[in-house]
């Protein structure tokens, strides 16, 4: 096996190693085309130590006082933030986000894990009394403990690859559990930088485990392994629905895709509307889970709207993630060639170029298109990629219903002045949450962060996170009368 500078190692029972398959995977800069490093292909050989070494280690974590556990997540936030200078450039030259985003993201999840080490001190069971529910109920106390549910798998997606990793190994550690993480391949080294972290801070032997290698050869091994006791998945609507359909008996929590709306009503603040919307559909080129993927605006407003819209995208500033663009490279050319068949679609069908529709490689211009109708794919397939289609409506409930057509349920905003017509709207809506006059994101990440329909299953947030990750152990005393 030749091992090259740019070779990252996996951690396994407290050993950073090479696989025993001499194989490695190249992780391309979405920006340059360029090795930015290579992870192993690790055996199912390897990923069987790796939840048998986690399974042990949990025995005796989950025995830990939960300050103690505690401590260590803090001083891994701390860690994190002291590698910034090394995690941050490799989230940009892996992912392809501008370096100051890179940044952020590193600042963010340091605050969340120690958000999550103080919220799980706070978790606790309670006592029961039966009341008068039966005869015998009088003289019954119920005990009820969180227990940890045992080794928890973590797959993360590429666009956030140490933030939404971090909100599942967190709460995953603060319960009392162990963990397997899976990183996307893309983003799997700044996955492992930040274990690295993770180790510098204390972390037991065999605690965390990651593995790494192609979801297509090793994802099947692996969610349906034995003792894997949860999946938190963050990622493709296809790959979710796999991971449901095969991890058959134990909980999940899946976190998937989107197609956001933003609903503008004639009483909207435009110019408040316009820089919401630009902001939530093409920061990080639009490659969020939570953008906002089109427009349904009222016809009266629609035609100012739009023009504000172009305005902001035509200032937005387009190129590298080195030279901290707006817009950057999408993930892969395959991403790029779905969103331009995309916007192609659209145009062929009758739909009105704003602005953008430019292509060098997977980097996409920002593109608006106006006129969009039901018939457009764009209209329901969700881009992921930085394209806004607006489609104008005569009526709000015709915005709801074109709103709720959709496969997806994850988030939708609304710009109205009318607080009641908002919680209306709001309450029509088959979505996980509305930002009333905000687009759509996730956070601030102690809010429930939920999700409908093909958008995904279970409840996130930081203490959501927490409880996802526990079972209810009850003990029954019974007194004599």
Request: contains cysteine; charged residues 25%; glycine residues 8%.
């Amino acid at each position: 096996m030749q091992v090259l500078e740019k070779d990252f190692k996996f951690l396994l029972n407290g050993e950073w190693s090479f696989s025993s398959s001499n194989q490695f995977i190249n992780i391309y800069s979405p920006s340059t085309g360029e090795v930015v490093g290579r992870v192993p292909a690790m055996t199912k050989d390897e990923i069987d130590k790796a939840v048998a070494g986690a399974r042990q280690a949990q025995k005796k974590w989950e025995k830990l006082a939960v300050s103690e556990r505690a401590k260590i997540l803090h001083a891994w936030a701390d860690e994190l933030v002291k590698m910034i200078d090394v995690i941050a450039p490799m989230i940009m030259n892996e992912v392809g986000k501008n370096i100051s985003t890179a940044r952020k993201e590193v600042t963010r999840t340091a605050e969340i894990i120690r958000y999550t080490a103080e919220e799980g001190v706070r978790i606790h069971g309670e006592f029961i009394n039966g009341g008068s529910l039966d005869a015998d109920s009088s003289i019954k106390t119920a005990i009820v403990e969180k227990k940890p549910l045992g080794v928890i798998l973590a797959i993360s997606p590429f666009n956030y690859p140490i933030n939404l990793a971090a909100t599942k190994i967190a709460p995953a550690l603060i319960a009392g559990n162990a963990v397997v993480f899976k990183p996307a391949t893309q983003g799997a080294i700044s996955g492992l930088l930040m274990i690295q972290a993770l180790e510098n801070a204390g972390l037991p032997k065999g605690l965390v485990n990651t593995v790494t290698g192609k979801g297509s050869e090793i994802g099947d091994y692996i969610i349906t392994h034995p003792f894997i006791d949860m999946i938190s998945f963050t990622g493709g609507t296809g790959t979710g629905q796999n991971i449901a359909r095969k991890a058959s008996m134990i909980p999940l929590v899946l976190e998937l895709g989107g197609k956001d709306p933003a609903i503008v009503l004639e009483d909207a603040d435009l110019e408040l509307a316009a820089t919401e919307i630009v902001s939530g559909a093409f920061s990080y080129s639009g490659q969020r889970c939570t953008a906002i993927k089109r427009v349904l605006v009222l016809k009266d407003v629609a035609a100012p709207l739009i023009e504000k819209i172009k305005e902001k995208v035509e200032k937005l500033t387009v190129g590298r993630p080195e030279d901290d663009a707006d817009i950057t490279p999408l993930i892969d050319e395959s991403s790029a060639d779905f969103v331009q068949g995309l916007i192609d679609d659209a145009l062929a069908k009758g739909a009105s170029l704003i602005t953008g529709n430019k292509r060098e490689k997977n980097l996409i211009y920002p593109t608006v298109l106006s006129n969009v109708t039901k018939d457009m794919k764009v209209a329901w397939e969700e881009p992921f990629g930085p394209v806004l289609p607006c489609i104008i409506v005569d009526s709000v409930e015709e915005a709801i219903e074109i709103a709720n057509e959709s496969e997806f349920g994850l988030q939708a905003s609304v710009f109205t002045s009318n607080i009641e017509k908002a919680f209306t709207i709001a309450s029509s809506l088959d979505v996980g949450s509305v930002q009333i006059n905000g687009r759509t994101e996730r956070g601030p990440d102690h809010f429930p962060f939920s999700a409908v329909k093909n958008s995904g299953l279970g409840s996130q947030g930081i203490r959501q996170s927490i409880i996802s990750m526990m079972r209810d152990k009850v003990t029954v005393i019974n007194l004599k009368k």
